[in-house]
């Protein structure tokens, strides 16, 4: 999945085809990355659908990200930077990018540890 593609399914809120194109990447290369990003759209089919086998199936792609992960502080950083929202995505079924969760979330914490 070409990122611009991808983020542009997301803009639109066509997550059947942000699903498609993450799927298809993940199809030609199997890796942390293209695990959270199939995550990801599944998070996003879940919080509109309310289907379990959505979340199901994005929790699975999660642990995968998670085993790739291992050993590399780079990926794991990408990781656990976007697990929090991932979470948030399932438990309040809300759709935020990362900037609105930064916004909403981060910088409150960011200011409680700076106190």
């Not at 998070?43 to 050993?71: L, N, V």
């Amino acid at each position: 999945m070409n990122a611009y593609d991808g983020g542009v399914a997301f803009a639109k809120k066509d997550y059947d085809t942000f699903l498609s194109l993450a799927n298809k990447n993940w199809d030609q290369l199997q890796s942390a990355s293209t695990a959270m990003s199939v995550a990801s759209a599944l998070d996003c089919k879940y919080a509109i659908t309310g289907d379990p086998q959505y979340r199901q199936h994005s929790e699975d792609m999660m642990a995968r990200a998670r085993q790739m992960a291992a050993g590399d502080k780079e990926i794991m950083a990408e990781l656990t930077e976007f697990e929090d929202r991932h979470n948030y995505r399932l438990r309040t079924r809300q759709i935020i990018t990362k900037s609105e969760y930064d916004q909403k979330f981060r910088s409150i914490k960011e200011t409680a540890q700076h106190k």
